[in-house]
């Protein structure tokens, strides 16, 4: 199965795992329908948590799509999409670019550059330090979509692609539908 337009920018038609409000809210503006969840209970070190929990959800919710917060949960989660059906179960990697045979479920990933040659600049020319701040996000590269896998039709990336740009300029959600997201979870 392919991801259809209906499934665009957080790919959920179902429910859609998260640890972010912001990611729900977006996802929502997209597809109203779209329901969400977290739970931090096992923290970051306990893949079989993120498996067990994973498949608790597909089991309740019909989960169908995950955006983990990069951990080993976040592994584990990802073999309870491969052993539900990597395809029709979708998950959204990071920090790396995680598109790949080795992760059949992975459909795109959020990237983060840490913004490590940023920092090598400061501290060669004597400026790093005294609280100064680098920051890595989606306007300067530091944060980005990774590569799609090639079950993300073409017309899905484009919109994808015009999803991000009014990320970029703010006008996608506002801090009023993050508010919302936030007093349902």
Aim: with cysteine; glycine share 10%.
């Amino acid at each position: 199965m392919n991801i259809t337009r209906r499934d665009a920018v957080k790919l959920g038609a179902g429910v859609f795992g998260t640890a972010s409000a912001l990611g729900l809210a977006a996802a929502q503006k997209v597809n109203q329908q779209v329901k969400g969840s977290y739970n931090f209970e096992a923290g970051f070190t306990d893949a079989s948590f993120g498996t067990k929990i994973c498949e608790q959800w597909i089991a309740a919710t019909s989960l169908d799509v995950m955006w983990g917060d990069a951990s080993a949960v976040d592994n584990g989660a990802r073999k309870a999409f491969e052993n539900a059906g990597a395809d029709t179960h979708f998950d959204i990697a990071q920090p790396i670019d995680a598109v790949g045979d080795a992760q059949p479920s992975v459909v795109t990933s959020t990237v983060t550059d840490w913004m490590f040659g940023e920092a090598m600049d400061q501290v060669e020319a004597g400026e790093f330090g005294d609280g100064k701040v680098i920051e890595a996000n989606i306007d300067n590269g530091g944060a980005y979509l990774g590569s799609f896998s090639s079950k993300v039709p073409e017309d899905v990336q484009k919109k994808i692609v015009e999803y991000t740009e009014q990320v970029k300029a703010g006008t996608l959600i506002s801090d009023a539908d993050v508010d919302a997201i936030k007093a349902t979870l």
